[in-house]
């Protein structure tokens, strides 16, 4: 059973939420917050698999949550997923480097949502190919356009050539299975190499892998990876 924590202002739109969340027989909706305080105590209380956790929250916002959540040693288990009414990238850019394993959008369909929880719960992350590397593209290109040409960073030193390759697919999106078989290896020599790259960067899932991947200069905005 997934138990999950539900974090969002709106009294109307976490019961929309339950009602659905519910309709599934291996989740749990164990606790619901109203802001991101209450979502940062319920958490440490509660112990969820996931958190679903809406950005724009009074009080403490949802970004400030997510970090504080991700940070916490004794939480290291618990997964975050955003929610936005809007893709706004700023705000989803800054939850993903604050550690959430994704985001979604409000107006998501019913059996898409269930499908997102189950792939964070299981420690994989919401990945899309079409918006995620588009936000973090965006957001790195904006906030380097002015910049001085970075050093390398320890970390990225750190990773093997085949580490740094696996790290670039993973950015482009790819599955274990599909770098697996863009690199004629196993999948389990595939989840390995991806295993050894998060450890070596401190990376908590693979959405974290992809913001190291464009923030360290590995991977360009805007280049096919």
């Not at 401190?202 to 923030?215: H, P, W």
Request: hydrophobic fraction near 50%.
């Amino acid at each position: 059973m997934i138990r999950l924590l539900l974090a969002d202002d709106q009294a109307l739109v976490r019961a929309g939420f339950r009602a659905l969340l519910e309709s599934a027989t291996d989740i749990e909706v164990v606790g619901e917050a109203d802001n991101g305080g209450q979502a940062i105590a319920l958490t440490r209380e509660l112990r969820p698999d996931v958190v679903l956790m809406d950005i724009q929250m009074p009080e403490v916002d949802g970004v400030t949550a997510t970090r504080r959540i991700t940070t916490d040693p004794g939480l290291n288990a618990v997964r975050v997923v955003v929610l936005t009414t809007f893709a706004e990238e700023e705000n989803v850019f800054a939850a993903l480097r604050s550690g959430a394993s994704g985001f979604l959008v409000k107006d998501i369909e019913p059996d898409e949502l269930l499908q997102a929880v189950r792939i964070v719960a299981r420690g994989d992350a919401l990945l899309s190919p079409s918006i995620t590397r588009t936000v973090i593209a965006r957001c790195i290109r904006a906030s380097s356009a002015d910049a001085r040409p970075r050093r390398e960073p320890p970390e990225l030193t750190a990773l093997t050539a085949r580490e740094r390759e696996v790290v670039r697919l993973v950015a482009s999106g790819l599955s274990n299975d599909d770098i697996a078989s863009r690199l004629v290896v196993s999948p389990l020599t595939a989840k390995t190499h991806v295993s050894r790259a998060m450890a070596k960067v401190a990376a908590r899932d693979r959405a974290q892998l992809v913001v190291f991947a464009y923030e360290s200069g590995l991977v360009a905005p805007g280049a096919a990876v």
